[in-house]
Each structure stands twice: as structure tokens, then as C-alpha cells.
């Protein structure tokens, strides 16, 4: 069955440097998205990606995170400049269509921890 | 505003007992509702999901669930608890029209005794 890859697995990196995700989603799928989850906290909702745009992002996701697909099956979170606070789970996750009962397929997620 | 409440951040069963995980959502329009299984240091898999069919859903590995609206709740079952059930459990919605984003519940943690 087709996944989501995500690497790193974990990336350790110190405050005030930028760190970049990387995510492969589904490769027939059109909608993509990062989530998080701080340690024993809700998985919370980061940005969504349609049509090589933010089709809908949360509060969370201020001027320091932004999003990119650069090529074809690659869809990338970057943090600018990494807090202590930016620690936390980030999953990425695609879809087929842009539903909201087609459900989302997660990736194994990437373990950021900031220094 | 949709949102979600999952009533009990651990559950404890034998195995061969009833798994109960309770969750109830808040929507401004019919929701569609989703329960996620996180296996330890993996992704979020779809167990099943709730998209305004039959009120009774079943999903993988023996789960269900049943969406009462008059109770806005979408608790999760499985008859007979199976030492491989341990894991996080997440309940999570979308709204049917405009937000597409899945709003998750805090999550529970299963655990299944010998």
C-alpha cells in the first residue's frame, strides 16, 4: 500500500537555526498537509496545500514556518529560526481529493528536537 | 467551531474485554468524523470513519464505531481486546463544508493487561 515517507526521522538542531522537513506524499495524491504534536500534547493542525498554495493555515504557522513542493513528489516544511518551543512531532500528511470526509494519510512523522 | 473531547487520556483492559473509548465532538454544520490508531514511534493510521452513511461503522482490526447525533458522540469499540490494540487512540473531525482541516482529541492511550 502506497505511504507517506517523511524524513529525517528525528533532527536535532540548535535555537535560531532553520531546519527544513521532508515529506513524499502519496504520488496520486493533491492535497497535502503538516501537523504537529508537542510531547504528551493534541496533534494540532499546521497548513494545508493545494494547487502549489496554502489553501488554509493555522495560527501556529506565523511568519517563521513556510511550506514547498519543489519538485513533483517532494512537499517540504521549513522553520526559519528554531525555538525550544518548535520541539515537537511534525507529521505530514496527504490526501487524494479535497473532501472533508476523504481522510488523510500520515507519514511516521520526523522528531524535531531544539537545543 | 468544531472540537473534539476524548473522556479518559488512559484506558486499561484485559484482553478478551471490551475496549470503550469515548469521544464527542462540536460542530456548526454535520461533521465527518475519524478515528486514528498511533502504534509507538509511527504515523497516524485511519481505523475508520464517519461520513454521514450508516450511523454504525466498522473498520480495521475488529474496531467500530457509532455516530449518535443527539449525543454528539462517535465512541469507539471492539468486543474483544487484543494484546497488539495497545496503542494511542485519536478522534478527530472535519466539517462538512469550508474548514477542511481534521481537528484532533487529545488522544487516548490503550493499554491491554494479560
Known amino acids: 500500500e502506497p505511504e507517506v515517507t517523511q524524513t529525517p526521522s528525528h533532527q536535532v538542531t540548535q535555537m535560531g537555526q532553520e531546519v527544513i522537513l521532508r515529506c513524499v506524499p502519496i504520488?496520486?495524491?493533491?492535497?497535502f498537509y503538516w501537523y504537529r504534536q508537542i510531547l504528551g500534547q493534541k496533534v494540532e493542525f499546521l497548513v494545508s496545500?493545494?494547487?502549489?498554495?496554502?489553501?488554509?493555515k493555522s495560527e501556529i504557522f506565523d511568519d517563521q514556518f513556510s511550506v514547498e513542493r519543489p519538485d513533483g513528489s517532494n512537499f517540504t516544511l521549513k522553520i526559519r529560526s528554531t525555538k525550544l518551543e518548535d520541539s515537537a512531532m511534525y507529521f505530514c500528511?496527504?490526501?487524494?481529493?479535497?473532501?472533508?470526509?476523504?481522510?488523510?494519510?500520515f507519514g511516521n512523522g520526523t522528531r524535531l528536537t531544539v537545543t | 467551531a468544531q472540537s473534539v473531547t476524548q473522556l479518559g487520556s488512559h484506558v486499561s483492559v484485559s484482553e478478551g474485554a471490551l475496549v470503550l473509548l469515548r469521544c464527542n465532538y462540536s460542530?456548526?454544520?454535520?461533521?465527518?468524523l475519524f478515528w486514528y490508531v498511533q502504534y509507538p514511534n509511527q504515523g497516524l493510521q485511519l481505523l475508520l470513519k464517519?461520513?454521514?452513511?450508516?450511523?454504525l461503522v466498522k473498520g480495521i482490526n475488529g474496531f467500530e464505531a457509532e455516530f449518535k447525533k443527539s449525543e454528539t458522540s462517535f465512541h469507539l469499540t471492539k468486543p474483544s481486546a487484543h494484546m497488539s490494540d495497545a496503542a494511542e487512540y485519536f478522534c478527530a473531525v472535519s466539517e462538512g463544508t469550508g474548514r477542511r482541516a481534521l481537528t484532533f482529541g487529545s488522544g487516548t492511550r490503550l493499554q491491554v493487561q494479560p
Open positions: 496545500f493545494y494547487n502549489n498554495e496554502i489553501s488554509e
Open positions: 500528511a496527504s490526501a487524494s481529493d479535497g473532501g472533508s470526509s476523504s481522510p488523510l494519510h
Open positions: 504520488s496520486n495524491h493533491l492535497y
Open positions: 460542530s456548526s454544520v454535520p461533521p465527518y
Open positions: 464517519y461520513t454521514s452513511a450508516a450511523t
